[in-house]
């Protein structure tokens, strides 16, 4: 079975399916072995903190939480939808993803 994260740190997401639908964003953290993502402005939690030293009067925290990543899918940088990518080997031997769609390199695998 193949396990882990189709995406990776600093790519921009697309959300195909619940609350978040539609919602893009940059991948913040990539969690592999629980096959999970946290993206920029994805899964907001709000928490309530405590006054503490830093924040002496308490407050409201806002915070992404780790969602599965099969949730989200690439968005290619040329033809801007979010895209399934297969994987090519370039003549000097570099993997790089391509969009299954424009047939864009995305970038190096
Ligand atoms: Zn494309």
Do not use: Q
């Amino acid at each position: 079975m193949r396990t882990g994260v189709h995406v990776r740190r600093g790519d921009t997401v697309e959300v195909i399916t619940g609350k978040y639908r539609g919602k893009r964003g940059k991948v913040l953290r990539v969690l592999p072995k629980g096959g999970r993502i946290i993206v920029e402005g994805v899964m907001v939690a709000k928490r309530h903190m405590k006054p503490n030293e830093k924040m002496p009067s308490g407050g409201i925290v806002e915070k992404e939480m780790a969602f599965v990543a099969g949730k989200a899918m690439l968005v290619c940088t040329r033809c801007g939808r979010a895209v399934r990518f297969g994987h090519r080997v370039l003549d000097d031997g570099a993997r790089v993803r391509v969009c299954r769609h424009c047939g864009e390199i995305i970038d190096k695998a």
